[in-house]
């Protein structure tokens, strides 16, 4: 089967019919309706049933099996992770205050703040330790000194990579820390 430019394809694989709009060697790139493109290899498209030829030998009851299988058979795409991150745990540590102590009575800012502060340190301390990778800081949002505090705390090692944690799960509130372990033969 020879395809050619503005042929309507259909994918065999995938439930993707379109129009060719260009071929380059072996990928055909296709338009479907809603003006998405998508790239594919020659052999995984077939002219659709309206463009088929008796000459090229492809009939309507084989465009017909076709699309029963294809509907049988959906590809299932699952979020790619990596093999070391697919069961690592997550280490969170929230540092509100009132997860780190039972009143915050007779406690001036600057107090709570060096709690705050301390409790970081000592569990970023215990993750390298321990060779844990990844440690995500609840901090909250707040005024932001903490956040500006904790900053100035990993900016002091050399061995570690911070940012903003994943805005779905954790809002603006959280700092995600990537530990680097030098690994000795």
């Known amino acids: 089967m020879k395809i050619k430019l503005g042929n309507?394809?259909?994918?065999?694989?995938?439930?993707?019919?379109?129009?060719v709009t260009r071929i380059s060697g072996n990928t055909?790139?296709?338009e479907d309706n809603d003006g998405f493109e998508f790239q594919f290899e020659a052999h995984e498209l077939m002219l659709s049933s309206n463009e088929s030829v008796i000459d090229?030998?492809?009939?309507?009851?084989?465009?017909?099996?076709?699309?029963?299988?294809?509907?049988?058979?959906?590809?299932?795409?699952?979020?790619?992770?990596?093999?070391?991150?697919?069961?690592?745990?997550?280490?969170?540590?929230?540092?509100?205050i009132h997860h780190l102590t039972e009143?915050?009575?007779?406690?001036?800012?600057?107090?709570?703040?060096?709690?705050?502060?301390?409790?970081?340190?000592?569990?970023?301390?215990?993750?390298?330790?321990?060779r844990i990778p990844k440690v995500v800081f609840?901090?909250?949002?707040?005024e932001g000194v903490l956040r500006q505090e904790l900053e100035t705390l990993f900016g002091r090692y050399n061995n570690i990579k911070f940012y903003d944690a994943d805005y779905k799960t954790y809002g603006l509130g959280a700092t995600e820390v990537r530990i680097f372990q030098n690994i000795e033969p």
């Not at 309507?8 to 129009?19: A, H, K, L, M």
């Not at 001036?108 to 569990?123: E, H, I, K, P, V």
């Open 28 to 30: 055909i790139t296709i």
């Open 103 to 130: 009143s915050t009575k007779g406690m001036t800012n600057y107090d709570m703040l060096n709690l705050q502060l301390d409790t970081a340190r000592g569990q970023l301390e215990f993750a390298i330790r321990k």
């Open 138 to 142: 609840i901090h909250g949002v707040g």
């Open 56 to 96: 090229n030998a492809i009939y309507n009851s084989d465009i017909e099996a076709v699309k029963k299988e294809k509907e049988t058979k959906k590809r299932k795409t699952t979020p790619s992770v990596k093999p070391k991150e697919r069961h690592a745990p997550k280490f969170e540590v929230d540092l509100h």
């Open 8 to 19: 309507t394809v259909e994918t065999i694989d995938d439930n993707i019919t379109g129009v």
